[in-house]
């Protein structure tokens, strides 16, 4: 219909649905001259090192927002899951296995016990009508509790070594024109130039992120999420298994939160219980920068990664030109309200084309 | 409601109407159970200074869920009191400061802080109000972004650090009481009597703490303004249907804006509460998640997430019951973080009653 409109109106249209990224781009090119260290391969990095917190939180509440649903607890079950992989690799490094074997084995321990408060989520919100902003929240006062109990106020401590060399390291390191190697750093002198491409946590993040976004786009899963959440009596209607549904849902959600604790683990060697408090209004507003609506059946993870990385720029190029990061508070507000402004005056330039 | 109920009564006779009022007033019950269980576990829990301790403790969970109830019986929800509060709080505490600095007499500076504090948080609700109602921006998003922007201007007043240095007899007016008793020898009211020993001070009995007199008084207004104005009238209606209450002619989007900014107003007076019994100004901390437990407290004294449901008395049962629980657990040594677990489970209960016996609300 559009198409005959003329040709400026057009180009209009295109940017206005494309509005968050032509956002990211003004934003990072506004930071490229204030902060002179942004535009950098380093400086790129850090933005996804630090943004893969909010990467894996924003999936995770997007798949949950998209069936007309909200989970509070996402940032304590992420302290949780910190605390406990943390906890589990030191005793499995204690009873004598290499720490290779002990890090893998307690991360892998921590995503099953991990599905557990997705479980019981989804049980409140589906088969018990619990409202989903309750069952979440009292989600997060227990999985508080729970952390806050095992560590006893002193963080995790005493990991290998080598949980930091995973978790700060790079996937590609290379002196150019002479050396290049794989996870390892290689043994250069002093003052070599060496290029670290990559880190390791994003790449672990983003494998995850992918296929679940796959999931979500292309599979029978993906296409029943926006069905109970587009209408969820025709979803029931259809033939489809509405509560076992959400209960998976939120298995998947409370997954990406546990997978953001355990890499919380590797970054930064502890596990803390509130790891993940101030992240839950970071996730939120990613997903809603990226076009969901909170009413259910809008939503992609491709969109709310450009929301969190939207996010992540601004609070690595405020840092970077020394503003206090209070201003970032008032800046993401501002931006929430502002995208879902956009989104109420010109509804016909987000959701045509979809 | 009430005809519903009566149905049931008459076919079922005596011993349900017994077993209704009981599970009507779960909360309730479920307060009362709690006392008598952190009777016999704590020691000193059951007397008269712990239960006005509890009641001073927990004034400020009180407005915020009086503010929250306005809000949830409307159908909407707002997340952005405890940030309000923590606004008003370092704004009223800074300007008392620089008045107390400049040789203002102290009366002066408290109130005109206080005054400002509470006038400057009527704006954050007006916006999100409007927000909401004008542009049909959800609840959950137009308070969160409220919430965002209040959290960085506080944060950017107080520096991250809380004011201090304020007028002293601030926190004389928060923390005294009523009414100071000497047994056989004094009587006094809102201040100590004079003269008084060292060793008499642990004889002196106070009653009923200033802040009791103040959520009392504030409480009041509200629930009288829910219950028997058409103020409160129209709230039950835009909450319970809003294409009824725009069919019987109410204007819903100035009640709506009207709302919100009652009950940021409300989150600005808990702030300035805050400043008077704690002496400096509060800054909110990101733990302290005070707009999630004052929703807890409106939802386990009965209140609905959907609207159109919910009542002042119910959400001040629900707020003690909130407190009295940390303060018995921790009178009864047990660790404190088994608070927040506990909070989290009797929210599910509340819920989940709710839903098993809707008849019954």
């Known amino acids: 219909m559009e198409r005959s409109n003329n040709r400026g109106k057009g180009f209009l249209m295109f940017l206005g649905r494309r509005w968050a990224l032509m956002f ?43 069936t007309g649903g909200i989970d509070l607890s996402v940032g304590f079950i992420m302290g949780f899951a910190s605390i406990v992989s943390a906890k589990l690799t030191v005793i499995f490094t204690r009873m004598g296995l290499p720490p290779g074997v002990g890090i893998l084995l307690g991360i892998l321990i921590t995503w099953m016990i991990g599905l ?149 683990m590797l970054q930064y ?43 992540s720029v601004l609070e690595t190029g405020l840092r970077m030109m020394g503003v206090p990061t209070f201003d970032k508070y008032i800046a993401v507000g501002i931006i929430l309200i502002f995208a879902v402004l956009v989104d109420q005056f010109f509804p016909e330039l987000i959701h045509k084309g979809d | 409601m009430p005809s519903n109920g009566s149905m049931i009564l008459d ?10 009022t009981a599970a009507k007033n779960w909360a309730l019950l479920f307060l009362f159970l709690l006392v008598a269980v952190f009777s016999i576990t704590g020691k000193g829990f059951f007397s008269l200074t712990n239960f006005q301790n509890i009641i001073h403790l927990s004034t400020i969970f009180l407005l915020l869920s009086a503010a929250e109830t306005y809000v949830i019986i409307a159908g909407g929800i707002d997340l952005s009191v405890g940030f309000v509060m923590g606004l008003s709080s370092v704004l009223s505490a800074k300007i008392m400061q620089i008045l107390h600095a400049s040789a203002l007499p102290e009366p002066a500076s408290m109130l005109i802080g206080g005054v400002v504090g509470l006038t400057v948080c009527i704006i954050p ?71 008084i ?11 009923f703490p200033n802040s009791l007199l103040f959520s009392f008084f504030v409480l009041f207004i509200l629930w009288y303004i829910l219950k028997h104005t058409k103020f409160g009238q129209h709230t039950y209606a835009v909450g319970g249907s809003m294409d009824a209450a725009i069919r019987a002619g109410i204007d819903v989007r100035r009640h709506l804006i ?88 009797i929210l599910i209960l509340a819920v989940v009653i709710d839903q098993m016996f809707p008849e019954l609300f």
């Not at chain 1, 049980?123 to 006893?152: D, K, Q």
Request: hydrophobic share 50%; glycine share 14%.
């Open chain 1, 24 to 66: 990211l781009v003004l934003e990072s090119l506004v930071f490229s001259f204030t902060a002179p260290a942004f535009f950098s391969v380093k400086g790129i990095q850090i933005v996804l090192f630090f943004g893969t917190t909010i990467f894996l939180l924003g999936t995770a509440e997007t798949f949950v927002i998209i």
């Open chain 1, 116 to 264: 557990i408060p997705g479980y019981v989520n989804g049980t409140l919100v589906a088969r018990l009508n619990v409202p989903p902003f309750i069952a979440t929240f009292s989600m997060l006062g227990i999985t508080h509790g729970i952390s806050e109990l095992l560590i006893r106020g002193v963080p995790a401590k005493n990991l290998p070594y080598l949980a930091n060399a995973i978790g700060n390291g790079y996937f590609i390191y290379s002196v150019p024109g002479e050396i290049v190697s794989l996870f390892k750093k290689p043994i250069i002198q002093r003052g070599v130039l060496l290029y670290e491409i990559i880190p390791n946590v994003v790449v672990i993040a983003f494998v995850f992120i992918l296929v679940f976004a796959f999931i979500l786009k292309r599979s029978k899963f993906g296409q029943h999420t926006y069905a109970v959440g587009g209408n969820i009596d025709a979803a029931i209607r259809a033939g489809i298994n509405v509560k076992a549904h959400l209960i998976k849902i939120y298995m998947v959600s409370s997954f990406f939160a546990t997978l953001s604790g355990t890499i919380y």
């Open chain 1, 269 to 311: 060697i502890t596990g803390k219980a509130d790891a993940g408090a101030p992240f839950l209004l970071d996730a939120i507003v990613s997903v809603v920068i990226g076009g969901a609506s909170l009413y259910g059946g809008i939503g992609t993870v491709g969109g709310t990664i450009l929301g969190c990385l939207i996010l």
């Open chain 2, 11 to 20: 076919s079922k006779g005596r011993g349900s109407k017994l077993l209704m």
């Open chain 2, 125 to 195: 609700g007006l916006i999100s109000g409007t927000l909401i109602a004008r542009f049909n921006v959800p609840p959950f998003i137009a308070t969160l972004g409220m919430w965002g922007v209040t959290n960085g201007i506080t944060l950017r007043i107080c520096q991250g650090f809380p004011i201090s240095f304020l007028p002293s007899k601030l926190v004389g007016l928060g923390n005294g009481y009523l009414l100071y008793i000497l047994p056989g020898r004094a009587v006094s009211f809102f201040h100590k009597p004079f003269g």
């Open chain 2, 197 to 207: 020993q060292g060793s008499q001070i642990r004889e002196l009995v106070r009653i």
């Open chain 2, 258 to 345: 009207l709302t919100y900014t009652l009950s940021s107003f409300l989150a600005g007076l808990a702030g300035v509460f805050n400043v008077f019994q704690t002496g400096i100004g509060n800054f909110t901390p990101f733990s302290a998640m005070y707009e999630l437990f004052a929703i807890a407290g409106v939802v386990i004294g009965g209140a609905s997430l959907m609207g159109g449901k919910g009542s002042i008395l119910g959400a001040c049962v629900g707020a003690v019951m909130i407190r009295l629980l940390e303060n018995g657990l921790s009178i009864s040594g047990v660790e404190p973080f088994f608070r927040f677990v506990a909070v989290g489970l």
